[in-house]
């Protein structure tokens, strides 16, 4: 999960899980990803920043592959949740590779290419440093096989949503603003292209809901993300679903490489 303002997006695995498996119920920005790919055998495919894992179970189910899955994170935590669920699934387990490390050194740790990485929330890991955003684009472009294609998903950067609304309201930021639309063009033109490194948008504009089981699981969800003023706020709307504006980069190697060259 991109984190610049905020680490407890990421901080617990149970926590950040109940949000992943919260947030667009129906799949809607990895099918389009899916049929991008149609037909294609995937070879040792790549989940960057794979948190709690629901991204790689959705690659297990749901498309061919050869070769081992990797599924990449910096965080212990966040790997050893990812580890007793896959045991406890008690599926594909020898071709699942949980690798713990960073998207800069995750070329040290998976000596193979890839013609299909991905990353849900987690590239770059710190949408505002550059020379991050560089150096973990260079790592990727190092593990994609020359036909290979590398996705993002993530926020679609207008920040036009009611989960963005909840951040301006309840998360304090260095942008000065005096309502949520100024704060919203402020944040937007902070970042001079997708990921703030040049990547292609394939789609844009994709609403999609957070959805919880229950009033409980909302307020202790969004009340742990954005504090206890939100908690509160949730409870008096009995409010348990937001719409999120989402956006998904599509890139080759190719493109990638003229990337780098040009930053």
Not at 57 to 70: E, N, R, T
Not at 178 to 186: A, T, Y
Request: with cysteine; charged share 25%; net charge neutral.
């Amino acid at each position: 999960m991109i984190s610049d303002e905020s680490d407890k997006w990421y901080r617990d695995p149970s926590v950040y899980h109940t949000f992943s498996e919260a947030q667009d119920p129906e799949n809607v920005c990895f099918s389009l990803i899916q049929e991008c790919v149609k037909g294609m055998t995937l070879q040792n495919p790549i989940d960057l920043a794979s948190g709690t894992g629901r991204l790689m179970w959705q690659i297990i189910d749901k498309m061919l592959f050869d070769g081992a899955l990797y599924a990449l994170d910096a965080s212990e935590q966040m790997c050893n949740f990812l580890q007793k669920t896959i045991r406890r699934e008690r599926k594909f387990t020898s071709n699942v590779k949980v690798v713990r490390a960073s998207i800069i050194d995750a070329p040290d740790h998976i000596k193979v290419k890839s013609n299909f990485i991905v990353s849900s929330f987690g590239f770059p890991s710190k949408i505002s440093n550059k020379k991050l955003c560089l150096e973990e684009l260079q790592a990727v472009y190092d593990l994609l096989s020359d036909d290979g294609l590398f996705f993002t998903m993530g926020w679609d950067e207008t920040f036009n949503d009611e989960l963005s609304h909840m951040w301006y309201k309840f998360i304090p930021d260095r942008i000065t603003a005096h309502d949520f639309e100024e704060w919203r063009r402020k944040r937007t033109s902070a970042i001079a292209s997708p990921r703030n490194c040049g990547l292609k948008w394939f789609k844009k504009g994709i609403s999609v809901p957070v959805q919880f089981t229950s009033l409980k699981e909302s307020a202790y969800v969004m009340g742990y993300l954005f504090g206890r003023d939100a908690a509160q706020d949730v409870v008096n709307k009995g409010k348990v679903e937001w719409n999120m504006s989402l956006g998904i980069t599509r890139n080759t190697k190719k493109e990638l490489a003229a990337i780098i060259k040009s930053l």
